[in-house]
């Protein structure tokens, strides 16, 4: 473990150049009371740029160090030019001069010139550019007189590597850390507050991500947050002052099951959508999501005759077919009550293929994670279709994604600003806005989420795929042992209430 280098400071303090703003000698030149021109001239360089792999701290232009003197604040000066210059007031000769670097950091509030009120500044965001906290005081107490005076600011942060399990450009964040600090003119010093917040991490490369700490104990209990991913790390070591941690923390990364967005289903209830619809393989007896949401199996082999010996995955289910009650996605009865799963859902209660992810004897859906799946209700697929508010107004439209055509959902927070489409909640348009890889990428980011037509399957037959849409709901329709209700679509119409034979074998998108 090596230490972050310190910066030494020459502090060259020339009285009687300013008063005030007007440039004139003060009425008694050198005196307690009044204004004081300070130029510090800095050891090394000429930024504030802190460099991961030295820990090297060098100045910026505008970069600010603030001073406090006899428990107050007195000033602040700005880096011009390669050197620190600025006014302070009233310094009092019982006290050393104090200075307070937060560069790549705002403070909350500024205080006014002596004003003994503290200040906080925040270390969330470092995504563009690691901050650093430094304090210091004058070798010794300040003196009436021109006078040299000697600093040496020590870190009160420390700089610790983080290590993505997979190279990533998406931002990291790492929650459960201090985030801010307090700037103390009394005390003095730079004291982290109990507050825990995240941090946004700098990315030195998509497979080396740093953060400057404040000062706190081991953080065994940290979480983190990267878009497309479930992510975890064990620890974070205890930050010390001047801390250089290369070692390098670990995170683990699996990709979400899942899009990152919310989606109302009632009023005060929110969803998020599977990565894609859910697929099923004989041989395995093995669920899993398709790996793109505009995936669909469609006519190939296996699909229009599914069978329990076949190592193709199908994505067509007659209704209840989850693996619940001994229920199988390969059948291909034409009968519609050999579906569902008996007296309970022909009186009307809901069936859900999530139903199997959440057995205990039975295996999870392979890329699923932990997460309880189920499926929509009737009401539910309603809700998100026709009844919920979203930021825009919009909550779907048609689209043709890669060459598959299907219907866009829009996330509750969607607001037109990715991308434009010209039947925005037009059930009757018969225009599928195509969207390429390129534009699809940022609208998945933005949480829009797709379910592209697959077509059915009847029997061993498939037919309607690129025309027709049918996803399932849980929900059986009115009692009857025939019939369930589903989500319809094609170029005519959107209707999410629709009732169907049970025997026909359609799409499942999952939500948890």
């Not at 390098?248 to 990709?255: A, D, H, L, N, R």
């Not at 669909?296 to 329990?308: D, F, I």
């Not at 809700?383 to 825009?392: D, G, I, L, P, Q």
């Not at 795929?465 to 709901?473: A, E, F, K, L, N």
Request: aromatic share 12%; with cysteine; glycine share 10%.
């Amino acid at each position: 473990m090596k230490k972050l280098s310190t910066i030494i400071i020459t502090i060259v303090l020339l009285l009687g150049l300013a008063q005030c703003n007007k440039q004139e000698m003060p009425a008694t030149p050198n005196a307690e009371g009044k204004w004081v021109h300070i130029t510090m001239k800095v050891a090394d360089g000429a930024k504030h740029i802190v460099y991961p792999n030295s820990g090297a701290v060098l100045y910026n232009e505008g970069d600010v160090i603030y001073v406090g003197n006899g428990g107050h604040y007195v000033g602040s000066l700005t880096y011009t030019n390669g050197v620190f210059s600025g006014d302070i007031q009233s310094p009092v000769t019982t006290d050393y001069l104090h200075f307070y670097f937060v560069g790549g950091c705002e403070p909350s509030t500024t205080p006014s010139e002596g004003n003994t009120t503290d200040f906080t500044v925040s270390i969330a965001d470092q995504s563009s550019k690691l901050p650093v906290l430094s304090y210091g005081h004058s070798t010794h107490k300040y003196t009436d007189g021109t006078a040299t005076y000697s600093c040496m600011l020590e870190n009160k942060c420390g700089l610790v590597k983080f290590v993505p399990a997979t190279a990533t450009d998406e931002t990291v964040t790492v929650g459960g850390m201090k985030t801010t600090a307090t700037i103390d003119f009394a005390t003095p010093n730079i004291t982290p507050t109990a507050t825990t917040g995240n941090v946004a991490l700098y990315a030195e490369s998509n497979a080396a991500k740093w953060a400057i700490l404040l000062v706190q104990d081991e953080v065994s209990t940290p979480t983190v947050t990267i878009a497309g991913y479930e992510s975890s790390i064990t620890s974070v070591p205890a930050v010390s002052e001047n801390m250089y941690y290369t070692t390098g923390v670990s995170i683990t990364m699996t990709e979400a099951p899942y899009i990152d967005a919310e989606f109302s289903v009632a009023s005060g209830t929110t969803v998020k959508f599977s990565k894609g619809n859910l697929q099923y393989q004989g041989s395995t007896d093995k669920f899993r999501f398709a790996e793109n949401q505009y995936d669909v199996v469609g006519n190939a082999a296996g699909n229009t005759a599914p069978s329990a010996s076949q190592s193709v995955w199908i994505d067509l289910f007659g209704w209840g077919t989850s693996g619940y009650d001994s229920k199988y996605p390969y059948m291909t009865s034409t009968t519609n009550s050999n579906y569902g799963g008996g007296a309970n859902d022909i009186a009307g209660t809901n069936y859900d293929w999530g139903v199997y992810n959440r057995q205990s004897n039975q295996d999870k859906i392979l890329d699923g994670g932990d997460h309880a799946w189920r499926t929509l209700t009737r009401n539910e697929w309603v809700y998100v279709v026709n009844e919920r508010s979203t930021t825009s107004g919009h909550r779907y439209a048609k689209a043709q994604v890669c060459g598959i055509k299907g219907l866009m959902l829009f996330p509750d927070n969607w607001s037109d600003d990715t991308y434009t489409f010209t039947n925005y909640n037009a059930g009757d348009s018969k225009f599928f806005t195509p969207i390429d890889a390129s534009d699809w990428v940022a609208l998945e980011s933005a949480g829009c989420v797709f379910l592209p037509i697959a077509g059915r399957r009847s029997g061993t037959s498939v037919d309607n795929v690129g025309s027709i849409g049918y996803y399932w709901s849980s929900t059986c329709s009115g009692g009857s042992a025939d019939y369930a209700l589903r989500v319809g679509f094609d170029k005519d119409y959107v209707n999410p209430n629709r009732s169907d034979d049970r025997k026909y074998g359609y799409s499942v998108r999952l939500v948890f």
